[in-house]
Antibody, heavy 119, light 111 residues
Framework: EVQVVESGGGLVQPGGSLSLSCAASGFTFFSSKMHWVRQAPGKGLEWISYIDSSGRAITYADSVKGRFTISRDNTKNSLYLLMNSLRAEDTAIYHC????????????WGQGTLVTVSS | QSALTQPRSVSGSPGQSVSISCTGSSSDVGGYNYVSWYQHHPGKAPKLLIH???MRPSGVPDRFSGSKSGNTASLTISGLQADDEADYYC???????????FGTGTKVTVL
């Protein structure tokens, strides 16, 4: 069974940092493109970052560019998101997502981990 | 990149059909045949319903169908069931610089 499980969320002060992890299982992680998608309270889904299977091609949404860093460790079947200079508007549930083999869609999602940025 | 526009809510009785529109621009919905749709029951992981405008992944009932005309994509749910009550989001590829944009989301209520 394809599974992605996020961890690392929590309460952090504005300006602080937090690192999220995603453990993947049930599929060939090393050949999969991966994404982070978030949902702020009462808001819709927002794509925030992409990494290709090798880790060499990376893209960010403008809202997080320069503050967030996506990475992966294919030896550990893990995806990461390092978040710096956090703002109140970064408060959201962060989902780890696998891109479908047909490409350009998101076929497997984790339940997400909640990040709250507040003083 | 602005979010794609969806109606805030739609509703229908069991057995009826409902359609959800997703309006973008020539830079996203109209420019690529990479529109996908997701069902999200709050507190659970979103689920892929449709990809590439109208393709259903294995296991998704054929009650769910997708289409596109110009800059507007649509999801139709036929034979509405109680479990279809959820939030639905469209998403479009929008080029290599700002790859993905989601819709504003639509809450489907089964009366």
């Amino acid at each position: 069974e394809v599974q992605v499980v996020e961890s690392g969320g929590g309460l952090v002060q504005p300006g602080g940092s937090l690192s999220l992890s995603c453990a993947a299982s049930g599929f060939t992680f090393f050949s999969s493109k991966m994404h982070w998608v978030r949902q702020a309270p009462g808001k819709g889904l927002e794509w925030i970052s992409y990494i290709d299977s090798s880790g060499r091609a990376i893209t960010y949404a403008d809202s997080v560019k320069g503050r967030f860093t996506i990475s992966r460790d294919n030896t550990k079947n893990s995806l990461y998101l390092l978040m710096n200079s956090l703002r109140a508007e970064d408060t959201a549930i962060y989902h780890c997502v696998r891109e479908g083999v047909e490409n350009y869609n998101f076929d497997s999602w984790g339940q997400g981990t909640l990040v709250t940025v507040s003083s | 990149q602005s979010a794609l526009t969806q109606p805030r809510s739609v509703s229908g009785s069991p057995g009826q059909s409902v359609s959800i529109s997703c309006t973008g621009s020539s830079s996203d919905v109209g420019g690529y045949n990479y529109v996908s749709w997701y069902q999200h029951h709050p507190g659970k992981a979103p689920k892929l319903l449709i990809h590439d405008v109208s393709m259903r992944p294995s296991g998704v009932p054929d009650r769910f169908s997708g289409s596109k005309s110009g800059n507007t994509a649509s999801l139709t749910i036929s034979g509405l069931q109680a479990d279809d009550e959820a939030d639905y989001y469209c998403c479009s590829f929008a080029g290599s610089y700002h790859p993905y944009v989601f819709g504003t989301g639509t809450k489907v209520t089964v009366l």
